[in-house]
């Protein structure tokens, strides 16, 4: 971070006056994040990436998912909301855009399985949130259309052309990608009836977790619409463990649980709610595909990332597709209550 940018923020914001170089927060797969120590106290520093920031509209997009952590955060959501002087959270200095919290002491978890009572709390987080139902009109709706099959073809060409070490497991696995992504739009008819907002990205490296009781959600940029059964799969898949393997039924059940207790209401089947995380992982996949070709980079080092999330997702969608009618069997348990 340049040393203009740090003067500039401390100015904006009203946070004093540094008392040493800001640190590196490692972590993040989209921005760039710094501890700042100031007289006045310590803050985190969001850099956003500066290709997502070339997109139509995503100052306007990121300004109503602030909105919405803010307005969550007054219903007794422990979602941590950036600093916003002048009513705006956004800060461009230069060709750099920001974002500036309070720091949050605590821990993040790795993204393993965790203790089923920690599984527990994040149920009964997002339960609360999605039976909030806060009106924001202005969101747009997920699309549930296939992804083009010629994008598919195209990137595992190039990728081919470029010696990127994915392109031909990829290409090995295309009658499947375009089959999975078929039938996610085919749930989506269904999953498309059923929307509520939320965070939509609740994973371990979402919380920041002051002490075993007291968690606080960040990163609410992917912020919108979801369909609710999706997200809380999803996210009871990734507590239980699979961004690392098989995911353990016990923390599972701990954090559907959880939902469940605290009023949130299972909609849809297993089967339909598991190809929506489906295209979950699929709109990842072809993301960091593209990232690995060069497209929407600004670093060599954002597009190695992309090639290491390519890498990571295959096995994923696989073990999604081996285990799916395992899984919704965990689901329907609770569907049928």
């Known amino acids: 971070m340049k040393t203009f940018h740090i003067a500039r923020l401390c100015t904006v914001y009203d946070l004093g006056n540094p008392v040493c170089e800001p640190e590196t927060v490692s972590g993040g ?13 310590v803050y985190a520093v969001k850099q956003l990436n500066p290709a997502i920031m070339r997109k139509p509209h ?3 997009a990121y300004r109503l998912t ?3 952590a803010a307005a969550l955060a007054t219903h007794d959501i422990p979602a941590v909301t950036a600093l916003a002087p002048a009513g705006d959270p956004l800060q461009t200095l230069e060709d750099a855009t920001f974002l500036v919290y309070h720091w949050v002491d605590g821990v993040i978890y ?6 089923p009572e920690r599984a527990h709390q994040i149920g009964t987080i997002l339960a609360r949130i ?7 009109a202005e969101l747009d709706a997920p699309e549930w259309e296939p992804l083009p099959e010629d994008d598919w073809d195209v990137l595992t060409f190039h990728a081919a052309d470029m010696k990127i070490p994915w392109a031909y ?7 499947q990608l375009l089959t999975w992504s078929k039938q996610e739009a085919e749930a989506g008819r269904v999953l498309s009836k059923t929307m509520v907002i939320s965070h939509r990205d609740l994973d371990q490296k979402s919380v920041i977790w002051h002490n075993e009781q007291t968690p606080y959600i960040i990163d609410w940029e ?8 999706v997200e809380l799969v999803r996210t009871a898949l990734s507590w239980s463990g699979l961004h690392v393997g098989m995911p353990e039924e016990d923390i599972f059940t701990a954090l559907m649980q959880g939902y469940v207790q605290a009023g949130g209401t299972i909609h849809n089947t297993g089967t339909d709610a598991l190809y929506g995380v489906m295209g979950h992982w699929l709109g990842w996949l072809l993301f960091n595909m593209r990232r690995s070709t060069g497209e929407s980079i600004n670093s060599e080092e954002e597009r190695q990332l992309g090639i290491q999330e390519t890498t990571k997702t295959l096995p994923i969608l696989r ?6 009618a395992t899984w919704a069997s965990w689901i329907d348990r609770w569907h049928e209550l």
């Open 29 to 41: 797969v989209l921005h760039r994040m710094w501890r700042l120590t100031t007289t006045r106290g």
């Open 58 to 60: 995503i100052y306007e």
């Open 66 to 68: 602030e909105r919405i």
């Open 110 to 115: 790795e993204q393993g399985p965790v203790a």
């Open 130 to 136: 999605h039976t909030l139902q806060l009106p924001f």
């Open 169 to 175: 497991p990829v290409r090995a696995l295309l009658p």
């Open 222 to 229: 992917a912020a919108g619409l979801i369909n609710p059964t």
């Open 319 to 324: 073990c999604l597709d081996k285990h799916a």
